[in-house]
């Protein structure tokens, strides 16, 4: 018997190699390892990580020191990879596009951000896509590309400029070992998050939006303990209806606002987070809201007379080229002292050299009036931040705001009132059950604006009709249903028609600043909201 299968196994053998059989041999294709740490100042032990390649996915546990490898058979880079945090946050990370067989792949907060900027939107989406174009965006020029980016929004908060957070070690604290620098810095990070008041999802959508130094940079400063929003940092306080802004700091731990020798204590309105009391003019005591995004915006008494709001507004050095584009403007001013107040709405076009090349008033749903050629400004950008709008009529200031989304606003003061404007960028229908709560001001027109409110309200979209582009929106205190219309009369503004509870109005709401603003279609007033947290 022994000697037969010896036989066959040989003639078995010949067979093969007369066949073009290789002598027998079989070559399996090689596996992809991808080795890291995943960490968030601490190790994460015990956790699971997932990657997933052009081709091939795996998964691994990591030990106690946050220290893992997956080996995927067959595998085409690149690869996306996600291990959970014992907070419920996902932290991602990558390896760029390649034909080696090993890989290092770190998985941390920095790593995380690095992702959101490859990714340009939201990384847990990308990472269960991973379709071509997401992959396509994996080359090593541009990973490279957002690391530099990363460390740049970081730039004053946590320096890795030596460090690749993606490949380089990473020694994760456990037990007596207390991690490497580059786990230090996963601290810092950390500790900024922590005093910002800031979610470390909140700044991978800032990152993820491009938004820049400026705005990442003013997110991260220090928060007031009853209050994310208000932060430690330099301020445009711009008295609307002023000729220009005075500069001032606030200190968010100690609640105060300096303007020179001035100093202005805020005190907490402990039932409503983000609500202050401060000190006004003639013993009065103005009410300060302050939105997430940092903005605030200072009231009268209601029913005062005389004195328009004041905004607070984080000082941030935004390149002139950032204004160019289309505009929407609402604001209330009037034509000199001896006339009333009123709502106005404009339309304006910059371009890259602070040039307005075009403008309109409008009046009403579709009647605007192109302002002459000797009308249009030029824009020019002033030390402390702020700009200078010049025409043949004078000057004006205007004082310009970046959020985490990217978008800029702009507030225009003079001393005949004020102009707030955002960008021409398209909005789109909220979702069914979506909503939210403000404070609501109402500033009523005539020689003297006269302040109504802040009202706390809160709403919920009741229904979404894609193909007129409207919605209908519930305010629960009451019941009260608005229709409003998006991207009407303009790209960026909503409109609302007239109904026995409401005024026809037209609103504009600037990007992710926590503000909402409309005027009454018939002149009657100028509305101001806040976001409350």
């Known amino acids: 018997m ?9 003639l078995a053998a010949a067979v093969l190699s007369a066949c073009g059989g290789g002598g027998g041999e079989s070559t399996a294709p090689a596996a992809t390892k991808i080795s890291g740490t995943a960490a968030v100042g601490a190790a994460l032990g015990n956790a699971a990580v997932q990657a997933k390649c052009a081709s091939g996915s795996g998964t691994a546990t990591t030990a106690a020191d946050g220290s893992f490898t997956i080996s995927i058979a067959g595998a085409t880079r690149p690869c996306v990879l996600s291990v959970k945090a014992p907070d419920g946050t996902t932290l991602h990370s990558v390896v760029e596009a390649g034909t080696g067989t090993t890989a290092t792949a770190n998985i941390t907060p920095l790593t995380e951000l690095v992702t959101a900027s490859l990714a340009q939107g939201n990384t847990d989406a990308f990472f269960e896509q991973f379709d071509a174009n997401a992959q396509a965006r994996l080359s090593t020029d541009n990973v490279n590309a957002a690391i530099g980016a990363v460390r740049l929004v970081l730039t004053g908060v946590v320096d890795f400029s030596n460090i690749d957070p993606v490949k380089d070690p990473l020694v994760a604290a456990n037990g007596a070992n207390a991690g490497n620098a580059q786990d230090k810095l996963l601290d810092q990070l950390d500790d900024r998050l922590e005093a910002s008041k800031t979610t470390l999802a909140e700044l991978s959508s800032a990152v993820a939006a491009n938004a820049g130094a400026t705005a990442v940079q003013t997110v991260l400063q220090p928060a007031a303990a009853s209050c994310a929003g208000l932060k430690t940092g330099k301020y445009h306080v711009v008295g609307l209806g002023t000729a220009a802004a005075e500069a001032g700091e606030i200190d968010a731990a100690a609640l105060k606002l300096q303007i020179g020798a001035e100093v202005i204590p805020f005190t907490a309105v402990t039932a409503d987070a983000c609500r202050f009391t401060v000190p006004g003019e003639n013993s009065t005591t103005n009410t300060a809201l302050v939105s997430k995004s940092g903005l605030g915006v200072v009231l009268p008494p209601a029913g005062t007379l005389s004195e328009l709001p004041t905004l607070l507004v984080p000082a941030q050095a935004i390149a002139l080229t950032d204004l160019a584009g289309d505009w929407n403007g609402l604001g209330m001013e009037r034509y000199d002292n001896t006339t009333p107040y009123a709502p106005r709405r404009v339309t304006f076009s910059i371009d890259t050299a602070g040039k307005v090349t ?26 402390d931040g702020s700009f200078k709008i010049t025409d043949s009529f004078g000057v004006q200031f205007a004082y310009a705001f970046k959020g985490t989304d990217g978008q800029v606003t702009v507030i225009i003061t003079h001393d005949d009132g004020f102009m707030i404007a955002a960008k021409q960028i398209a909005r789109a229908l909220p979702a069914v059950g979506s909503g939210g709560s403000y404070w609501d001001s109402i500033l009523y027109s005539g020689m003297a604006p006269v302040l109504n409110g802040p009202t706390a309200w809160s709403t919920t979209i009741a229904s979404v009709d894609a193909q007129t582009g409207t919605y209908t929106r519930k305010r629960l205190e009451d019941n009260r249903l608005d229709v409003w219309k998006v991207n009407s009369p303009a790209i960026g503004l909503r409109h609302r028609a007239a109904t026995s509870n ?29 976001g409350r947290p």
Request: glycine content about 10%.
């Open 502 to 530: 409401a005024s026809e109005m037209i609103s504009l709401i600037p990007g992710n600043t926590g503000l909402t603003l409309g005027i009454a279609v018939n002149g009657s007033f100028y509305d101001i909201s806040v």
């Open 2 to 10: 022994k000697t037969r299968h010896l036989f066959l196994t040989g």
């Open 358 to 383: 075009k403008g309109a008033d409008c009046s009403g749903i579709d009647t605007c009036e192109a302002w002459l050629p000797n009308e249009l400004p030029t824009v020019s950008a002033n030390a």
